[in-house]
C-alpha cells in the first residue's frame, strides 16, 4: 500500500515537472514528501536505507512523465486558462504549511530580507520569461548540442528539487522544451539518455545543497522558498494574463477555472496535512 502511494506521488510529481511554470519542488512540499527526498538522496547511506522510497516514487515519476506528457501539452493548448487555476489553486493550499516551517524567527529582519529576494527574483524571471521566446525541435545531434542538453538538464533538475522555482521552464528558456518533449513522444533514446544522466547529476548535487542549507539554515531557507513559491503564483497569472489564446471573461471555462482553483486548494490542504510514513 505504502509502495503504491510513493508510485502515486511519483506520477503527480512527474506530471508537474514538464508543465513550464509549476515546480516540482513545490508539489513534493504540497505532498509533505520534500524533506524526506533531500534527506533520501543527501548521501549513498541515505540512498540505500531509502532505497524502497526512491525506487516507487522514481517509477511513479517515469509514469507520470511518458504517460502523461501529451496530456498535459493538450491541456495547455487548449484549455491553459482552467488548467492554470487548478495548479494555482494547489500553490495557494501550500503556502500556510510552509509559513509554518518557518513562523518562529519569519519576522526578523535577515529572513524577511531573503523572502523579499527571492519573491523579486521569481517576479523578475517571471517577466523576462513573457518575451517571445522561440526555439525549434533539434533532430540532427553533434557534440555540442549533446553537451548542451546535458548541461541544461543538469542546471534544471537542480532547480526542478528548488520549490517554486520549474525545471521545465529552465528547459524552455535554454531553448530545448519542444525538443525533449518531441524526444519523450518519440522515444529518442540518445536524446533521453542524456536527459536522464543530467537530471541524475543535477538532483544529486542540488539534493545535497538542500540538504545542507535545510539542516544548518532552515528558517532561512523555507523563507527563501515561500518567496519562490509565492513569485511562482505571480508568473502563472502573468502567462494567462499575457496568453493571446485566453480571453478572461465570464464563460464556462472560466467557471470551471475557478471550481478547479478550490479544488486545487483543497487538495494541497490535504496532502500537505497527510504525513509521509517514514
Not at 8 to 15: A, N, Q, R, S, T
Not at 28 to 44: E, G, M, P, Q, T
Not at 165 to 181: A, N, P, V
Not at 183 to 191: E, G, R, T, V
Amino acid at each position: 500500500m505504502l509502495f503504491l502511494k510513493n508510485i502515486i506521488y511519483g506520477i503527480i510529481l512527474g506530471v508537474s515537472n514538464i508543465i513550464p511554470g509549476v515546480s516540482g519542488g513545490t508539489i513534493a512540499v504540497v505532498l509533505n514528501i520534500y524533506d524526506k527526498i533531500i534527506s533520501s538522496i543527501a548521501s549513498f547511506s541515505s540512498i540505500k536505507k531509502n532505497f524502497c522510497f526512491l525506487i516507487s516514487l522514481g517509477i511513479g515519476c517515469i509514469t507520470g512523465v511518458f504517460l502523461f506528457s501529451s496530456i498535459i501539452n493538450y491541456f495547455l493548448n487548449n484549455n491553459l486558462l482552467s488548467t492554470s487555476m487548478l495548479f494555482i489553486g494547489i500553490i495557494v493550499g501550500s503556502i500556510p504549511m510552509i509559513y509554518i516551517k518557518c513562523k518562529s524567527k519569519f519576522f526578523n529582519i535577515k529572513n524577511i530580507f531573503i523572502f523579499s529576494f527571492f519573491l523579486l527574483l521569481m517576479i523578475i524571471m517571471s517577466i523576462f520569461s513573457m518575451s517571445n521566446i522561440k526555439e525549434e525541435v533539434i533532430q540532427n545531434i553533434n557534440l555540442q548540442i549533446s553537451l548542451k542538453i546535458l548541461l541544461v538538464s543538469i542546471i534544471s533538475s537542480i532547480c526542478m528539487i528548488i520549490p517554486g522555482i520549474s525545471g521545465s521552464f529552465i528547459i524552455l528558456l535554454f531553448g530545448l522544451y519542444s525538443t525533449i518533449i518531441m524526444a519523450i513522444n518519440q522515444m529518442n533514446i540518445l536524446i533521453l539518455s542524456l536527459v536522464v544522466v543530467g537530471v541524475l547529476i543535477g538532483i544529486i548535487f542540488g539534493a545535497k545543497l538542500i540538504g545542507y542549507l535545510l539542516k544548518r539554515f532552515m528558517e532561512s531557507t523555507y523563507s527563501a522558498i515561500l518567496g519562490l513559491v509565492i513569485g511562482s503564483i505571480f508568473s502563472m497569472i502573468l502567462e494567462i494574463l499575457t496568453s493571446s489564446s485566453i480571453d478572461i471573461k465570464m464563460n464556462l471555462e472560466f467557471l470551471i477555472g475557478i471550481f478547479l482553483l478550490i479544488i486545487g486548494v483543497f487538495l494541497s490542504y490535504f496532502f500537505s496535512n497527510y504525513k509521509v510514513e517514514k
